[in-house]
Protein backbone atom coordinates (compact mmCIF):
# COMPACT_ATOMS: atom_id res chain seq x y z
CA UNK A 1 0.00 0.00 0.00
CA UNK A 2 1.20 3.17 -0.94
CA UNK A 3 1.52 5.81 2.26
CA UNK A 4 1.82 9.49 2.17
CA UNK A 5 3.25 10.92 5.60
CA UNK A 6 2.68 14.43 6.42
CA UNK A 7 6.23 16.36 6.91
CA UNK A 8 6.94 16.63 10.94
CA UNK A 9 8.04 20.02 12.47
CA UNK A 10 9.90 19.96 15.84
CA UNK A 11 7.89 22.44 17.72
CA UNK A 12 5.44 20.62 20.15
CA UNK A 13 2.13 20.99 18.71
CA UNK A 14 0.37 23.01 21.76
CA UNK A 15 3.22 25.17 21.22
CA UNK A 16 2.13 25.28 17.53
CA UNK A 17 -1.04 26.11 18.73
CA UNK A 18 0.06 28.69 21.21
CA UNK A 19 -0.74 27.04 24.40
CA UNK A 20 2.60 26.84 25.96
CA UNK A 21 5.24 29.63 24.87
CA UNK A 22 7.88 26.50 23.92
CA UNK A 23 8.13 22.87 24.26
CA UNK A 24 10.21 20.80 21.42
CA UNK A 25 8.86 17.46 20.55
CA UNK A 26 10.95 14.69 21.75
CA UNK A 27 8.66 11.57 20.93
CA UNK A 28 8.83 12.04 17.15
CA UNK A 29 4.90 12.84 17.20
CA UNK A 30 3.66 9.84 18.88
CA UNK A 31 1.31 11.63 20.71
CA UNK A 32 -0.71 8.57 22.11
CA UNK A 33 2.86 7.69 24.43
CA UNK A 34 3.01 11.27 25.14
CA UNK A 35 2.40 11.31 29.16
CA UNK A 36 2.53 15.59 28.57
CA UNK A 37 0.32 15.35 25.53
CA UNK A 38 -2.47 13.12 27.59
CA UNK A 39 -2.26 15.80 30.21
CA UNK A 40 -2.66 18.67 28.52
CA UNK A 41 -5.62 17.12 26.50
CA UNK A 42 -7.65 16.02 30.01
CA UNK A 43 -7.10 19.74 31.21
CA UNK A 44 -8.42 20.92 27.74
CA UNK A 45 -11.22 18.14 27.41
CA UNK A 46 -12.23 19.34 31.15
CA UNK A 47 -12.12 23.16 30.13
CA UNK A 48 -14.51 22.06 26.91
CA UNK A 49 -16.78 20.71 29.17
CA UNK A 50 -17.14 23.46 31.73
CA UNK A 51 -17.49 25.24 28.34
CA UNK A 52 -20.51 23.41 26.93
CA UNK A 53 -22.27 23.58 29.96
CA UNK A 54 -21.74 27.16 29.62
CA UNK A 55 -19.65 27.42 33.04
CA UNK A 56 -16.88 29.85 32.90
CA UNK A 57 -13.60 27.59 33.80
CA UNK A 58 -11.41 28.04 36.86
CA UNK A 59 -7.59 28.28 35.64
CA UNK A 60 -6.78 26.62 39.35
CA UNK A 61 -10.00 23.88 38.88
CA UNK A 62 -8.78 23.63 34.74
CA UNK A 63 -5.37 23.02 35.69
CA UNK A 64 -4.36 25.40 32.84
CA UNK A 65 -4.85 29.30 32.44
CA UNK A 66 -7.68 30.36 29.68
CA UNK A 67 -6.88 30.90 25.93
CA UNK A 68 -6.97 34.83 26.80
CA UNK A 69 -4.53 34.51 29.54
CA UNK A 70 -2.31 33.11 27.35
CA UNK A 71 -2.39 35.04 24.41
CA UNK A 72 -1.53 37.72 26.38
CA UNK A 73 1.57 36.25 28.24
CA UNK A 74 2.42 35.01 24.90
CA UNK A 75 2.14 38.54 23.05
CA UNK A 76 2.26 40.84 25.81
CA UNK A 77 0.44 44.04 25.04
CA UNK A 78 0.93 43.45 21.27
CA UNK A 79 -2.54 43.60 20.05
CA UNK A 80 -1.65 40.19 18.18
CA UNK A 81 -5.22 39.39 17.89
CA UNK A 82 -8.58 42.00 17.87
CA UNK A 83 -10.57 39.97 20.32
CA UNK A 84 -7.34 39.41 22.50
CA UNK A 85 -8.30 42.50 24.89
CA UNK A 86 -12.05 41.92 24.85
CA UNK A 87 -11.83 38.15 26.60
CA UNK A 88 -14.16 37.56 23.56
CA UNK A 89 -12.14 33.95 22.20
CA UNK A 90 -15.50 32.29 22.41
CA UNK A 91 -16.09 33.97 19.42
CA UNK A 92 -12.79 33.21 17.81
CA UNK A 93 -12.37 30.52 14.67
CA UNK A 94 -8.69 29.59 15.73
CA UNK A 95 -10.10 28.71 19.38
CA UNK A 96 -13.22 27.32 17.85
CA UNK A 97 -10.96 24.67 15.85
CA UNK A 98 -8.68 24.13 18.77
CA UNK A 99 -11.70 23.58 20.76
CA UNK A 100 -13.15 20.85 17.58
CA UNK A 101 -9.42 19.47 17.99
CA UNK A 102 -9.88 18.21 21.47
CA UNK A 103 -13.51 17.25 20.70
CA UNK A 104 -12.38 14.65 18.55
CA UNK A 105 -10.75 12.76 21.49
CA UNK A 106 -13.93 12.38 23.08
CA UNK A 107 -16.42 9.26 22.45
CA UNK A 108 -18.63 10.23 19.14
CA UNK A 109 -22.19 10.84 19.26
CA UNK A 110 -24.10 7.12 19.46
CA UNK A 111 -25.68 5.97 16.37
CA UNK A 112 -29.49 4.52 16.12
CA UNK A 113 -28.68 0.72 16.39
CA UNK A 114 -31.11 -1.80 16.02
CA UNK A 115 -30.58 -5.55 17.22
CA UNK A 116 -29.89 -8.57 14.12
CA UNK A 117 -29.13 -11.45 16.02
CA UNK A 118 -27.85 -9.73 18.51
CA UNK A 119 -25.21 -8.07 16.62
CA UNK A 120 -25.37 -3.71 17.32
CA UNK A 121 -26.36 -2.57 13.35
CA UNK A 122 -26.19 0.84 13.09
CA UNK A 123 -28.69 2.50 11.24
CA UNK A 124 -26.98 6.29 11.08
CA UNK A 125 -23.76 5.03 9.94
CA UNK A 126 -22.56 3.97 6.80
CA UNK A 127 -21.03 0.29 6.75
CA UNK A 128 -18.23 -0.83 4.21
CA UNK A 129 -18.64 -4.23 3.32
CA UNK A 130 -15.61 -4.64 5.33
CA UNK A 131 -17.13 -4.63 8.27
CA UNK A 132 -16.17 -1.03 9.29
CA UNK A 133 -18.19 2.02 9.93
CA UNK A 134 -17.80 5.79 8.60
CA UNK A 135 -19.69 8.29 10.89
CA UNK A 136 -19.70 12.03 9.43
CA UNK A 137 -18.04 14.98 11.42
CA UNK A 138 -17.48 18.58 11.44
CA UNK A 139 -15.69 20.34 8.41
CA UNK A 140 -16.28 17.40 6.29
CA UNK A 141 -14.43 14.96 8.28
CA UNK A 142 -15.49 11.53 8.85
CA UNK A 143 -15.04 9.07 12.27
CA UNK A 144 -14.55 5.26 11.50
CA UNK A 145 -14.63 2.64 13.82
CA UNK A 146 -15.32 -1.40 13.52
CA UNK A 147 -18.87 -2.71 13.81
CA UNK A 148 -20.23 -4.92 16.31
CA UNK A 149 -20.64 -7.68 13.77
CA UNK A 150 -16.71 -8.25 13.08
CA UNK A 151 -15.89 -7.56 16.85
CA UNK A 152 -18.34 -10.19 17.81
CA UNK A 153 -17.13 -13.16 15.33
CA UNK A 154 -13.30 -12.55 15.97
CA UNK A 155 -13.59 -11.48 19.71
CA UNK A 156 -11.23 -9.00 21.62
CA UNK A 157 -8.15 -8.43 20.17
CA UNK A 158 -5.15 -7.73 21.86
CA UNK A 159 -3.33 -5.83 19.82
CA UNK A 160 -4.76 -3.36 16.84
CA UNK A 161 -2.22 -1.81 15.05
CA UNK A 162 -3.91 1.81 13.65
CA UNK A 163 -2.86 4.11 10.53
CA UNK A 164 -0.28 7.08 11.63
CA UNK A 165 -1.69 10.47 11.91
CA UNK A 166 -0.82 12.18 8.39
CA UNK A 167 -0.74 8.41 6.13
CA UNK A 168 -2.91 8.41 3.47
CA UNK A 169 -5.35 5.33 3.16
CA UNK A 170 -7.18 3.84 0.18
CA UNK A 171 -10.47 2.42 -0.19
CA UNK A 172 -10.26 -1.62 -0.50
CA UNK A 173 -6.85 -1.07 0.66
CA UNK A 174 -5.37 -2.61 4.08
CA UNK A 175 -5.66 0.16 6.63
CA UNK A 176 -5.08 -1.60 10.48
CA UNK A 177 -4.41 -4.50 11.60
CA UNK A 178 -6.16 -6.88 14.77
CA UNK A 179 -3.89 -8.84 16.57
CA UNK A 180 -5.65 -11.99 18.55
CA UNK A 181 -3.35 -14.76 19.91
CA UNK A 182 -1.13 -15.10 17.81
CA UNK A 183 -3.09 -14.46 14.67
CA UNK A 184 -3.94 -11.46 12.43
CA UNK A 185 -6.63 -9.89 10.82
CA UNK A 186 -5.96 -7.19 8.09
CA UNK A 187 -8.92 -4.61 7.88
CA UNK A 188 -9.95 -2.58 4.59
CA UNK A 189 -9.96 1.11 4.38
CA UNK A 190 -13.92 2.14 3.67
CA UNK A 191 -12.60 5.33 1.95
CA UNK A 192 -10.20 7.57 0.34
CA UNK A 193 -8.64 10.47 2.98
CA UNK A 194 -5.60 11.41 5.35
CA UNK A 195 -5.37 10.50 8.44
CA UNK A 196 -5.72 13.51 11.15
CA UNK A 197 -6.61 11.45 14.73
CA UNK A 198 -6.39 7.96 15.90
CA UNK A 199 -7.74 6.71 19.04
CA UNK A 200 -5.25 6.70 21.85
CA UNK A 201 -7.86 4.85 24.14
CA UNK A 202 -8.15 1.52 21.62
CA UNK A 203 -3.99 2.07 21.39
CA UNK A 204 -3.78 1.30 25.26
CA UNK A 205 -7.09 -0.66 25.57
CA UNK A 206 -7.61 -2.70 22.28
CA UNK A 207 -10.38 -4.25 24.07
CA UNK A 208 -12.55 -1.21 23.78
CA UNK A 209 -13.07 -1.47 20.23
CA UNK A 210 -14.77 -4.94 20.94
CA UNK A 211 -16.57 -3.61 23.89
CA UNK A 212 -18.18 -0.55 22.80
CA UNK A 213 -17.41 -0.12 19.01
CA UNK A 214 -19.80 2.53 18.15
CA UNK A 215 -18.65 4.32 21.39
CA UNK A 216 -15.50 4.70 23.15
CA UNK A 217 -14.17 2.25 20.67
CA UNK A 218 -13.71 4.25 17.40
CA UNK A 219 -10.23 4.14 16.01
CA UNK A 220 -9.31 6.78 14.22
CA UNK A 221 -10.76 10.44 12.23
CA UNK A 222 -9.73 11.02 8.80
CA UNK A 223 -9.87 13.93 6.35
CA UNK A 224 -11.90 12.40 3.17
CA UNK A 225 -10.51 13.26 -0.67
CA UNK A 226 -13.56 11.60 -2.79
CA UNK A 227 -16.31 11.45 0.07
CA UNK A 228 -19.32 11.73 -2.28
CA UNK A 229 -18.22 8.82 -4.48
CA UNK A 230 -17.18 6.48 -2.00
CA UNK A 231 -20.23 7.18 0.71
CA UNK A 232 -22.00 6.04 -2.88
CA UNK A 233 -20.43 2.64 -2.76
CA UNK A 234 -21.51 1.91 0.81
CA UNK A 235 -24.80 1.12 2.71
CA UNK A 236 -26.75 3.11 5.06
CA UNK A 237 -29.99 2.97 6.75
CA UNK A 238 -32.10 0.45 6.21
CA UNK A 239 -29.65 -1.31 3.88
CA UNK A 240 -27.20 -1.78 7.09
CA UNK A 241 -29.77 -4.33 8.29
CA UNK A 242 -30.65 -5.70 5.54
CA UNK A 243 -27.38 -6.59 5.19
CA UNK A 244 -26.09 -8.13 8.32
CA UNK A 245 -29.31 -10.19 8.25
CA UNK A 246 -27.23 -11.47 4.98
CA UNK A 247 -24.40 -11.72 6.61
CA UNK A 248 -25.92 -13.44 9.91
CA UNK A 249 -27.38 -16.14 7.83
CA UNK A 250 -23.83 -16.93 5.74
CA UNK A 251 -22.11 -17.46 9.15
CA UNK A 252 -24.89 -19.56 10.43
CA UNK A 253 -24.59 -21.61 7.54
CA UNK A 254 -20.80 -21.63 8.80
CA UNK A 255 -21.81 -22.68 12.23
CA UNK A 256 -24.22 -25.69 11.23
CA UNK A 257 -21.86 -27.17 8.29
CA UNK A 258 -18.37 -26.90 10.60
CA UNK A 259 -19.89 -27.43 14.35
CA UNK A 260 -23.38 -28.76 13.91
CA UNK A 261 -24.87 -25.38 15.50
CA UNK A 262 -28.05 -24.60 14.88
CA UNK A 263 -30.09 -21.65 16.17
CA UNK A 264 -33.47 -21.66 17.84
CA UNK A 265 -35.97 -19.23 15.89
CA UNK A 266 -35.13 -16.03 17.78
CA UNK A 267 -31.94 -16.43 19.22
CA UNK A 268 -29.05 -14.82 19.33
CA UNK A 269 -25.57 -15.49 17.78
CA UNK A 270 -22.75 -15.75 20.56
CA UNK A 271 -20.21 -13.24 21.38
CA UNK A 272 -16.45 -14.04 20.71
CA UNK A 273 -17.82 -17.17 17.55
CA UNK A 274 -14.22 -17.81 16.51
CA UNK A 275 -13.08 -18.09 20.35
CA UNK A 276 -16.20 -20.93 21.36
CA UNK A 277 -16.04 -22.38 17.94
CA UNK A 278 -12.48 -22.36 16.68
CA UNK A 279 -13.49 -25.15 14.01
CA UNK A 280 -14.70 -22.07 11.72
CA UNK A 281 -11.11 -21.68 11.20
CA UNK A 282 -9.79 -17.74 12.19
CA UNK A 283 -8.48 -16.78 8.49
CA UNK A 284 -12.04 -18.26 6.62
CA UNK A 285 -13.75 -15.63 8.82
CA UNK A 286 -11.42 -13.22 7.65
CA UNK A 287 -11.51 -13.92 4.26
CA UNK A 288 -15.57 -14.41 4.09
CA UNK A 289 -16.38 -11.59 6.16
CA UNK A 290 -13.54 -8.75 5.83
CA UNK A 291 -12.61 -9.60 2.39
CA UNK A 292 -8.84 -9.59 3.31
CA UNK A 293 -6.16 -12.33 3.62
Not at 4 to 27: H, L, Q, S, T
Not at 118 to 128: A, D, E, I, M, R
Not at 152 to 167: H, M, N, T, Y
Not at 240 to 265: K, Y
Request: charge should be negative; proline fraction near 6%.
Amino acid sequence: MTTRVIEAKKPCIWMEAGVIDFKICNKDFDCANCEFDRSMTEAAAQKLTWRQAEKPPDSEKAGTAPWEDKMRQRFGEQEKCRLMKTRHCHQCSFDELLEEQFDFFLAPERPKVQKVFGFGVPTSNFLHRGHTWVALENAGRVRIGLDDFSQKILGPADQIRLPEVGEEIRTDEVALTLYRQGKKATVLAPLNGVIEVVNPKVQLRPGLAHADPYGEGWLFVASPSNLKPDLEKMLFGQCNIAWIEHESHRLLGMLESAAGVTLPSGGVIIDDVIGVYPQLGWQRLVREFLHSA
